[in-house]
């Protein structure tokens, strides 16, 4: 269990960073602003597979209500630290829920095709 879980965790970080780092480059992010994406990802993304991944093993929740939950706890974060650090997010908010947005659906669209 504890390779799987890493090679996860491992994954769904790697992809998630490649997404956003994208979707930040097309909305002309640059420098420090690359770093905090990345940062930010760093900080929100284990935790909320991780959680996911632990509450959807030995819980009875929700797969859907869980994944929700999990996603707007990491929007409202990154939104924050966009906020605080940032020098290039005049909406915070909605950058944080847009470039999640998108990873989120790219990565549902990526698991469908991949099986």
């Not at 097309?26 to 991780?50: E, H, M, Q, S, Y």
């Amino acid at each position: 269990m504890a390779f799987r879980l890493l090679t996860a965790l491992g994954i769904s970080l790697a992809a998630t960073l490649a997404l956003e780092l994208l979707f930040a480059f097309v909305f002309r992010k640059r420098g420090k602003d690359l770093i905090l994406v990345c940062l930010v990802n760093v900080l929100t993304n284990p935790a909320v597979v991780l959680i996911y991944i632990l509450a959807s093993t030995y819980t009875e929740f929700s797969p859907v209500l869980l994944k929700a939950a999990l996603e707007a706890m990491a929007v409202l974060t990154e939104a924050y630290y966009y906020k605080r650090y940032g020098t290039c997010f005049p909406k915070p908010l909605l950058f944080s829920l847009s470039a999640n947005a998108f990873s989120f659906f790219a990565g549902e669209l990526i698991s469908l095709i991949g099986g």
